[in-house]
């Protein structure tokens, strides 16, 4: 069983729906990072947690220690949120990764 | 702030041969660690290296190798080339490292092996 868990991997949506993605892991941690992927390569940081709720623009995260789970909510999605994104918990200075959800918003 | 920067961008090798992979973190931060990302295998850790000190270290052959300089850039290097090793070779900066700060990525290096 791999660490880091994510649902779903693939994810197709209209233009304007809310999204969410999960990510389950089974280890202690102390923080959780969501990140971006977009094709070409580049990884963006989207948040860092710790605990309870953070909120960007339209991304909201949150995560709940005792449950090991954290999610990754789009509001309003429009097409630039495609990409891929990746949940990571870093255990002994690396990162362990989620194997990441491939977002698709269509217009 | 200039961001993590990554040279070079593209290149391509042939099998026997190595290669010279280099990390310039945002001015600031200690910490910088190495992944290698495969279609197949999906992201992997490489190692992390603090203040010049290798903190961890993945599963990876000893042919991979790297070491941080004072000033906190970082280079990798891959001797005896595989195929492979074709990847992408990603590098994250932070003040102290994942677990207490923001990761800044650099753009990677896509290494082709033929």
């Known amino acids: 069983k791999n660490e880091v868990e994510q649902s779903p991997q693939n994810l197709t949506a209209q233009e304007g729906e809310f999204i969410t993605i999960n990510c389950s892991y089974s280890?202690?941690?102390?923080?959780l990072h969501w990140l971006q992927q977009h094709p070409g390569g580049g990884i963006v940081s989207l948040f860092m947690l710790s605990s309870g709720k953070k909120k960007h623009g339209r991304l909201i995260a949150t995560i709940n220690i005792q449950e090991k789970h954290s999610s990754l909510h789009i509001t309003a999605s429009h097409p630039r949120d495609s990409a891929v994104y990746i949940c990571a918990v870093p255990i002994n200075y690396q990162l362990i990764w989620g194997a990441g959800t491939k977002l698709i918003i269509k217009p | 702030k200039a961001g993590v920067t990554q040279t070079p961008r593209y290149l391509i090798k042939t099998r026997g041969q190595q290669v010279t992979l280099s990390c310039s973190p945002i001015?600031?931060?200690?910490?910088v660690s190495w992944y290698q990302q495969t279609p197949g295998q999906g992201l992997q850790f490489l190692f992390e290296y603090f203040s010049e000190t290798q903190r961890n270290k993945g599963n990876f052959p000893g042919r991979f190798s790297g070491r941080q300089f004072s000033n906190s850039r970082s280079e990798m290097n891959v001797s005896t080339l595989e195929l492979g090793d074709s990847a992408l070779y990603l590098c994250a900066s932070s003040f102290g490292g994942g677990e207490t700060g923001e990761l800044f990525f650099g753009e990677g290096s896509r290494l082709t092996v033929l």
């Open positions: 280890v202690g941690i102390s923080a």
């Open positions: 001015s600031g931060h200690r910490s």
